[in-house]
């Protein structure tokens, strides 16, 4: 169970800007929470004071009840794994040795047989086995970024916090992407937590919104609740259109002032 | 398949390392010393080799493993291709160490020598990746051109301190690489001790090569590993320093060759890497001994000249990393 109580962050030499305030959350157990809002709402800043990668200045984030910051790091990588937006790999380093650093955490880099067993089970599930022996800058974005979910199943945590894992992959990966985190829930058990910029993929695939807007939590609920134009359009500052489409509420943001469609 | 193309590298890596071996020891300025010799018992092949030729050998190897490994970890932890001892102050502070050994001390043992050195190389290397850390370039030459600049300037100052103290000649002196001088050879055992940290740290210097957020995810303590990692990095830079002097070029192309055959996981690739570090010197090192034989070049002349034309391919080619990626796999 992870709960976030009266977080405030700032940065800035003074401390003048505040990027989180006072926010409390407590993370849905195995279900998706995805994070929206605009730029600079804060959501990677909550994401990163919920896995402890930047400790909370006031306010406290709790891990099974414990305050995360009193953990040992080498401890919380075993209940915690975070998955940062950007990979830009400047390392060659084959598919198979990513999958097996997520075992770090367990083993401390001598894998044992238990370990090996747990690399090659993440790597058949996210179908890598056929190519575990290539290296990372020779396959494609889709590939890569399941390698590096591979790698965070390896890691065999209850908590999965990802930052913006679409980005940088095309429509079809995307989808791609989703299914496999929605699998990670629906299969594994696992929890996991998501930032992500287009509503659409979080109303198709999350369990539970939460909208955030200059650094405050707006409003959370199912996606029926936040997709509306009464949430949304104060969270994005902008007139959004609202239709519904097999079942699932469907975000029309387009410039409806424009002569050509852009849907 | 790829097992067995794996192994046929590190076979023939093997196989020419043993060559290099026996014919770095076999060729000399006297060539009556040989091995033929050295197996039949004569005295004075026995002493040549083991007061000249295996102590020499016994020093290319490890100064050339020792920088090779040096230059990946600093390469992981910078996370930059371009990074290397002697693009980031390391060797000019170890030579203002010694500097400033002789200057205080007068003609030390190399110990206190290595010492010096090394206390000079960690600070100045601190220093530097602490300034490079409130840097934000996006650019990865800008910070190997900032470390040669930040060489500079250490180096001035060594320079003006030596002129100052009149110990020009001895600063000149530091500055010429060879495996040609007698009796600080020794010192270059104390390198095996940094190499034994780095097989046993090889995975947290690889992971710390996947950038901090990367590392921390996964329970690493990345300032600790970062401070590991410029301890082995100074303690090599410095011993190799002391004992055979400045070799340019080796603790950045040769991670760069190594790893575009063997990969970026160290704990796989780190013996590999060693070898062809020690393969490369030895060449050099035998090369610039038939040159003008029976009188022998200064080795960091050839490795500058070899490394040189090396450096230039890479840069034309693009260090691997900016290169685009090769023809992709299929998708799915």
Not at chain 1, 105 to 134: F, Q, W
Request: hydrophobic fraction near 50%.
């Amino acid at each position: 169970m992870i709960e976030v109580k009266n977080v405030t962050q700032s940065y800035g030499r003074f401390a003048d800007r505040d990027i989180l305030k006072d926010v409390s959350l407590t993370v849905r157990e195995k279900s998706i929470t995805a994070l929206v809002g605009a730029n600079g709402a804060g959501k990677s800043t909550l994401l990163g004071v919920m896995t402890n990668l930047v400790p909370a200045r006031q306010g406290v984030v709790t891990l099974d009840g414990v305050d995360i910051r009193k953990i040992k790091t080498a401890e919380v990588s075993k209940k915690v794994a975070f998955l940062k937006q950007t990979q830009q790999l400047s390392v060659k380093i084959t598919v198979k040795d990513l999958v097996e650093y997520g075992r770090f955490p367990h083993c401390g880099g001598r894998l044992r047989t238990a370990d090996k067993l747990k690399v090659e089970e993440a790597l058949s599930y996210m179908n890598l086995a056929d190519i575990k022996n290539s290296y990372l800058d020779e396959i494609s974005g889709g590939q890569r970024q399941r390698a590096f979910i591979a790698m965070i199943l390896a890691q065999d945590t209850p908590y999965i916090f990802l930052d913006e894992p679409l980005n940088n992959l095309d429509i079809r990966y995307s989808v791609e992407m989703m299914k496999v985190v929605y699998r990670l829930v629906s299969e594994l058990g696992k929890t996991v937590v998501v930032v992500l910029h287009d509503i659409n993929f979080a109303a198709a695939y999350a369990n539970h919104i939460v909208a955030m807007k200059d650094g405050e939590i707006v409003k959370e609920g199912s996606p029926d609740e936040i997709i509306t134009t009464e949430v949304l359009n104060p969270v994005f500052d902008h007139d959004f259109h609202i239709t519904c489409c097999e079942g699932k509420s469907v975000c029309l943001y387009y410039d409806k002032a424009s002569k050509r469609c852009a849907i | 398949m790829l097992f067995a193309k794996k192994h046929w590298k590190r076979l023939i890596m093997i196989g020419a390392f043993v060559i290099l071996l026996f014919l770095s020891l076999e060729i000399g300025a006297l060539s009556d010393a040989n091995f033929a010799a050295f197996i039949a018992g004569d005295e004075t092949a026995r002493l040549v080799f083991i007061h000249s030729r295996i102590p020499r050998t016994v020093a290319i190897v490890l100064s050339a493993a020792g920088l090779s490994v040096a230059g990946l970890i600093m390469q992981s932890i910078s996370r930059n291709k371009f990074m290397s001892p002697t693009t980031a102050g390391t060797t000019d502070a170890a030579a203002f160490g010694l500097l400033v050994a002789a200057i205080f001390l007068g003609h030390t043992s190399g110990i206190v020598q290595t010492s010096f050195a090394f206390a000079f190389a960690l600070l100045a290397t601190m220093l530097f990746t602490s300034i490079i850390r409130r840097l934000k370039f996006r650019e990865v030459v800008y910070i190997p051109l900032i470390g040669m600049m930040y060489g500079g300037v250490i180096s001035a100052i060594s320079t003006a301190v030596a002129f100052r103290f009149e110990l020009m000649q001895t600063m000149v002196a530091f500055g010429m690489g060879s495996f040609a001088r007698l009796g600080n050879f020794t010192l270059v055992y104390i390198v095996v001790v940094p190499l034994i940290f780095s097989v046993l740290y090889a995975t947290k210097f690889s992971i710390i090569g996947l950038g901090h957020d990367f590392a921390k995810n996964l329970g690493l303590n990345y300032n600790r590993v970062v401070f590991l990692g410029l301890v082995i990095i100074a303690l090599i830079s410095a011993s190799t320093f002391v004992a055979v002097g400045p070799l340019p070029f080796i603790g950045l192309i040769i991670p760069n060759m190594a790893t575009s055959f063997y990969g970026d996981n160290l704990k796989k690739s780190i013996y590999d890497l060693m070898l062809f570090g020690a393969n490369f010197v030895l060449i050099c090192d035998i090369s610039s001994r038939l040159v003008i034989h029976p009188f022998e070049m200064n080795v960091s002349v050839t490795i500058s000249v070899v490394g040189g034309i090396i450096f230039m391919i890479y840069l034309l080619r693009g260090m691997h990393g900016t290169k685009k990626p090769r023809a992709k796999a299929t998708a799915g």
